[in-house]
């Protein structure tokens, strides 16, 4: 079921991520670290359609979102049955740390044991993310790679009903790779005419 996303990770990206979804007509579960009860008034900022879970909550949605800072994906992934799932890797290596030739989305797939990751939402701001995607007559472009080909399907129907343009880069490997940071797309901004 893809009429639900759950975001794990709370802060400026996971709550971008929630508006973006909401604009696309998802319900949505957010979770953090702290707990539920800890987001009342982050779930009362974002508004109807959005409630406040468990990471384990979050997870059992439609799309999941992981929205955490790179150094914290590990704990925050731990524990939850990831078989099948459609994942959405929102996170950035900010340190550029050296990943002997891979992705950072390909780590995080490494992780979610049975997954079905797609690396998009990493490439804007969070206040760009969260922001009307339709502007100067055009929309937003929305950066997504991965290796399955369903996941991928998902991810792009999810952007394209928040009123994106979703451009596929192709899988993990070679799409991801230009979605990282210091590399080509990184903080690129584009509107598609």
Known sequence: MTDSVGIIGAG???QAMARTARRAGRDVVIANSRGPESLASVVSDLGDGVSAGTAEQAAAAGIV???V??????????GIAWKGKAVIDATNDWAADDLNGRTSSELVADLLVGARVVKAANTLGAEVL???????GGRRVMFISGDDAEAKSEVVKLFQ???FAAIDL???????????????????NLIRL
């Open 130 to 136: 969260g922001s009307d995607p339709q502007e100067a």
């Open 69 to 78: 800072p790179w150094g914290s994906v590990p704990e925050a992934v731990q």
């Open 12 to 14: 400026r990206l996971g």
């Open 170 to 188: 192709g899988d993990l490997a070679a799409g991801g790779a230009m979605q990282q940071i210091h590399h080509p797309l990184a903080g690129v």
């Open 65 to 67: 979102v992981i929205a």
């Open 161 to 163: 009903d928040a009123g």
